[in-house]
T-cell receptor
Framework: DAKTTQPPSMDCAEGRAANLPCNHSTISGNEYVYWYRQIHSQGPQYIIHGLKNNETNEMASLIITEDRKSSTLILPHATLRDTAVYYC???????????????FGKGTLLTVNP | SQTIHQWPATLVQPVGSPLSLECTVEGTSNPNLYWYRQAAGRGLQLLFYSVGIGQISSEVPQNLSASRPQDRQFILSSKKLLLSDSGFYLCACRLAGLDTQYFGPGTRLTVL
């Protein structure tokens, strides 16, 4: 799986948009970008994933650059409950058995301030 | 949608004691199930995965074992705990045909 680089921490004001960047310059053509988050002392939570088109769901938007070397996760109206470590992962879609295992890096600690 | 239950939520055990952690899944059938461990300040380590009843694959040699006695039940066990077994144990579920993994709330194990 391609390596990703994320800032160790970010702050955001409550109610504002949180834009979390991720660099994945070695991404290959069949690798997807996934985002998970982990609130303190809880299990990780899937947020969104995409290949090359921008994606949006009820939690967030994912913007992938045209060259696919970087992406941005956008939480449009951050709340205090969005304070968590956000993980950007690049991996091949599918496969079997342990090919589905997730490997998290250090992620970005997003702190939403009142 | 699927719901993943894990218990207990926290556990403190002495070195050398046995361990049994349970994971159950609701709202789906034939899921792929995973046991991960997350040590303090570190990333996820895949311990075991299962594609069906009685089918267990181990990712790393260790002091732990896993079993899947029913389609939606996954158990992590140890006969004798080590200090290094301390950590946050997470059960995850992947639905057939999908790539996303959904995690349970985790069990925090402290071995003293």
């Amino acid at each position: 799986d391609a390596k990703t680089t994320q800032p160790p921490s970010m702050d955001c004001a409550e109610g504002r948009a949180a834009n979390l960047p991720c660099n994945h310059s070695t991404i290959s053509g069949n690798e997807y970008v996934y985002w998970y988050r982990q609130i303190h002392s809880q299990g990780p939570q899937y947020i969104i994933h995409g290949l090359k088109n921008n994606e949006t769901n009820e939690m967030a938007s994912l913007i992938i650059t045209e060259d696919r070397k970087s992406s941005t996760l956008i939480l449009p109206h951050a709340t205090l409950r969005d304070t968590a470590v956000y993980y950007c992962i690049v991996r091949v879609y599918g496969g079997g058995g342990s090919n589905y295992k997730l490997t998290f890096g250090k992620g970005t600690l997003l702190t939403v301030n009142p | 949608s699927q719901t993943i239950h894990q218990w207990p939520a926290t556990l403190v055990q002495p070195v050398g004691s046995p361990l049994s952690l349970e994971c159950t899944v609701e709202g789906t059938s034939n899921p792929n199930l995973y046991w991960y461990r997350q040590a303090a300040g570190r990333g996820l380590q895949l311990l075991f995965y299962s594609v069906g009843i009685g089918q267990i694959s181990s990712e790393v040699p260790q002091n732990l074992s896993a079993s899947r006695p029913q389609d939606r039940q996954f158990i992590l066990s140890s006969k004798k705990l080590l200090l290094s077994d301390s950590g946050f144990y997470l059960c995850a579920c992947r639905l057939a045909g999908l790539d996303t993994q959904y995690f349970g709330p985790g069990t925090r194990l402290t071995v003293l």
